[in-house]
Each structure stands twice: as C-alpha cells, then as structure tokens.
C-alpha cells in the first residue's frame, strides 16, 4: 500500500475534541498515530508506522511526541472513553459489569525502566516483560477498556503493587449514568481485604475468585471446607456456550460470615464431580439471595477481558514501539494502543451485532478497507483536477 496523504475527514471531526489536550502540530501526530496503528498490518513500532504515514510525518515526529511530558494520556483516554460509552447503546437492566486482569508483554532487551521479571502463576515460568493491569466495562456483547496501569519494579520510588493499582482504577472510574447496578469481576489475585471495603463503600457489588487463605469470623480457613466437602453437597449446573453446547459445573452454595467483608455468598465450583480440592474454584459474592448459577454465570464473564487482552495484543499492537530509558514514554506508547483499540470501536460500534460473538480483527479490517478506499478516492481525485488544470492550461 502507498503511503496515506489525508487523514479521513470522519476521524478528523471526532478528534476535534482532543485539541485541547496538545500544543503546536501534536494533535495532528495523535490523531495519525492512532489512524496507522488501526491501518498498519505488521508489527507497530514507530518505524514502521512512519512509513505507512504521510512524508511530512517521519519516526522522529513520533518519537518527539512520546517524549512530551506536557500532554497527559489519562485526560485523553478518559475523553475517549466517555465518547465510545456515549454511542454504544445501554442495557435494559442498568447493570454494568466491571472486569479487572493483568498481562504480561514480553520483552528481549533489558533498558525498558519499565520491565521485570515474574510470573503470572505460582508454578508457572518466569517471564520478562512489562505487567499490564486492564479495567474493563462490559456489558451484552459490548467490552470497554476504561483504564490501565503498569506495575513498576519493586525498589523504584512509583512502585506499586498490583492490589493498590487495582483500587486506584476502580476509586477513579466512575460509571455511566444510566448505571443502576455495578458488579466487580476478578481473579484470586486482586481480592483483598482493602479492596472489598472499597466495592462495598461505593455502593457496588462483586463476584469474584478468593484465595484459600482467607477465613471465616469463627477462624476456620476456606481451604478446610474445599478440601472436606463430601460430594454428596454437590449440585449440577450447566450455563450455554458460545459454541451453542452446554458447560456442566459441580457447585456447592452456602451463605457464610467471611471474616473482614461479612454475610456474603461462598460458592465452590468444579466443572467435573471427583476432581480433586485444588482443582475448586473458590467463588464469593455480596449480591443479595444470589444463586450458584448466578455467581458462576457472572464470573465466567472474567473471559471477556482475555479477549480484550489478546485483541489489544493483535489489533493495535500492545507494547510494540521500541521506547526505552524514559518510563513515561513507556506508559504513554501503551496508553496509545488503548486509545487506539477505543477509536476502534468508536468508529466501527455498528459492526457490533447485538447478540453473539465478535472480533476486534474484523472491526480492523473493516476500518482499514475504509481508509484505504478513501484514500484512494482521494488520490484519484487529486490526479484527475491535475490532469484537468494541465489541460486547461495547455
């Protein structure tokens, strides 16, 4: 494909908004930016994206603005976030789910400032990389990312752990208005006894895995109860699949004082009968007289946010362009393929279909057909005026 010369007229009334966040021609290198990073079919890094873009746009532009500390990407995602939640259409009951996880991107050289060593799970391999935390809101078929953070190194002044960051993004999000109804969606790694004070403080509810290390008001620990539950207590469920079967589970309810958090709903979930203790999901809830086939129906939606994941990591490139020494160039170069991803669907939401699965990588195609076909129009046109004038003038 040729290198693109107009930036499309559609994307250019939207990011009229954004003006206000940059000074001198950033806006005009933002609004590009996210336009190649949807067009561009191979890896993002910034020099490939220069060569996609327009002459008067090279890597060093790029490179110039991920180097501005002026402009703050908090501000400019919050703005696009709000304008993607504007367009897409609410849903009947008012209730919002929010959804949080984390990722690891890998990384080979070693001046990231940013990069560190871990794992995501406790026997699992070590990786290196950058671990990235994602809010997300979902509701229907729709999945919004509203915030990220990157954990920072243990020993660096900015640390935080993931626990911390995970409230901060939710004690900064702040719902829709037509929101009646908040759940709280995570894994065992982000319940904590200051998190769960939090959600109830806000007036929301949660549903969410806990750790077996967790223990009742009388002082009993929840790996007791997993681990000598008679499969006798076990009732069968079953919830519908996407792939238009069924998924059986083995689950066992009871309402328990949890030391810390209160009444709340214990539910233990297993998808086959005589699978053993460490193979039971511990799932707990403070929605009032919730079901088992409720709590686990609302915990399996945590895999909405995988999809996010693995769509951000395929579609707009997630941690791609090569920007080291800096640790705010780091955070603003993810910051853009969030931005990227919610330009997506600001664009492309009637794609969406209201009921059934979608993908991010159609929303793309069809974005980029777009843009091409548009800028293909417009080279036409501006070869045939020219062939014109040269006539006239001739």
């Known amino acids: 494909m040729p290198p693109m010369t107009r930036l499309p007229a ?6 009229r908004g954004t003006q206000e966040f940059f000074r001198f021609r950033h806006q005009l290198v933002f609004c590009w930016t996210l336009v190649l990073i949807l067009v561009y079919q191979d890896k993002a890094t910034l020099k490939g994206l220069s060569r996609l873009g327009p002459r008067h746009l090279c890597e060093w532009h790029l490179r110039r603005f991920l180097c501005a500390h002026y402009w703050c990407w908090r501000l400019v995602r919050s703005w696009m976030v709000e304008a ?7 849903p009947e009951d008012g209730i919002l789910l929010v959804v949080g996880d984390g990722t690891y991107k890998d990384k080979t050289g070693k001046k990231n400032p940013l990069a560190k060593k871990g794992r995501q799970q406790s026997r699992g391999p070590y ?37 911390t960051l995970f409230r901060q993004m939710l004690d900064r999000f702040q719902p829709p208005a037509w929101t009646q109804q908040v759940i709280v969606i995570a894994d065992a790694e982000f319940p904590s006894k200051e998190t769960l004070k939090l959600i109830q403080r806000r007036g929301w509810f949660f549903a969410m895995s806990l750790a077996r290390t967790w223990k009742f008001e009388d002082g009993r620990s929840l790996k007791d109860l997993v681990r000598h539950l008679p499969h006798c207590h076990l009732e069968k469920i079953w919830l519908p699949a996407a792939d238009q079967r069924r998924r059986v589970y083995w689950v066992h309810r009871k309402d328990v004082p949890l030391r810390h958090v209160g009444d709340v709903t214990l539910v233990l979930s297993k998808t086959r009968r005589n699978d053993g203790p460490h193979k039971t ?9 919730a079901s088992s086939r409720l709590v686990v129906a609302l915990y399996a939606r945590r895999w909405s946010v995988e999809l996010l994941i693995k769509e951000l990591k395929g579609v707009t490139g997630l941690g791609q362009p090569q920007v080291t020494k800096d640790p705010g160039r780091v955070e603003r170069s993810v ?6 991803y919610l ?17 991010a990588f159609t929303l793309k195609r069809n974005f980029a057909w777009e843009v091409c076909q548009l800028q293909l129009e417009h080279s036409f046109d501006r070869r045939l005026r020219k062939a014109l004038s040269t006539r006239k003038a001739a």
Do not use: C
């Open 127 to 163: 990786l290196f990389g950058l671990q990235i935390l994602f809010l997300m809101v979902a509701w229907g078929p729709y999945r919004v990312p509203v915030d990220v953070e990157i954990v920072r190194r243990k020993g660096q002044p900015d640390h935080r752990s993931p626990n």
């Open 84 to 90: 993607v939640l504007s367009v897409l259409p609410p």
């Open 10 to 15: 559609k994307i250019a009334y939207f990011l």
């Open 343 to 359: 330009l997506l669907l600001r664009m492309r939401h009637q794609d969406i279909p209201q009921r059934g699965p979608w993908s």
């Open 335 to 340: 910051s853009l393929s969030v931005m990227a």
């Open 281 to 289: 999901k511990i799932l707990v809830t403070n929605l009032p007289q």
